[in-house]
Nanobody, 123 residues
Framework: QVRLVESGGGSVQVGGSLNLSCTAT????????MAWFRQTPANEREGIAS???????KYAISVEGRFTISRAGARNTLYLQMTNFQPEDAGMYVC?????????????????WGQGTQVTVSS
């Protein structure tokens, strides 16, 4: 069982930056992928970015070039660096983890989920 806890949410201006973190306990196994999703009010999970055990990443087209996913600390901490923030980026950001080979941003590939951290846009 993996417990995921996100942090770093808040309000960000259009064009601004924000960094999110997700801590996994216990550590995530070396074969785990970790990912960020944005959860809509209808509880749909939109894949944002993922990273596998060897550091290979995958991004949604909408965030490629603006967001960067990384992991550190013996793979138990996941980060999402968001830059050039746009209004459509706002939402509940949720961290996910599961055993995988290739980085994937499909929600059905993940069994473990955090509670999320809210990111809003300010004018």
């Amino acid at each position: 069982q993996v417990r995921l806890v996100e942090s770093g949410g808040g309000s960000v201006q259009v064009g601004g930056s924000l960094n999110l973190s997700c801590t996994a306990t216990p550590y995530t196994h070396t074969t785990y992928c970790m990912a960020w999703f944005r959860q809509t009010p209808a509880n749909e999970r939109e894949g944002i970015a993922s990273i596998n055990s060897d550091g290979t990443t995958k991004y949604a087209i909408s965030v490629e070039g603006r967001f960067t996913i990384s992991r550190a600390g013996a793979r138990n901490t996941l980060y999402l660096q968001m830059t050039n923030f746009q209004p459509e980026d706002a939402g509940m950001y949720v961290c996910a983890a599961d055993i995988c080979r290739a980085a994937t941003i499909f929600p059905w590939d993940y069994a473990y989920w955090g509670q999320g951290t809210q990111v809003t846009v300010s004018s």
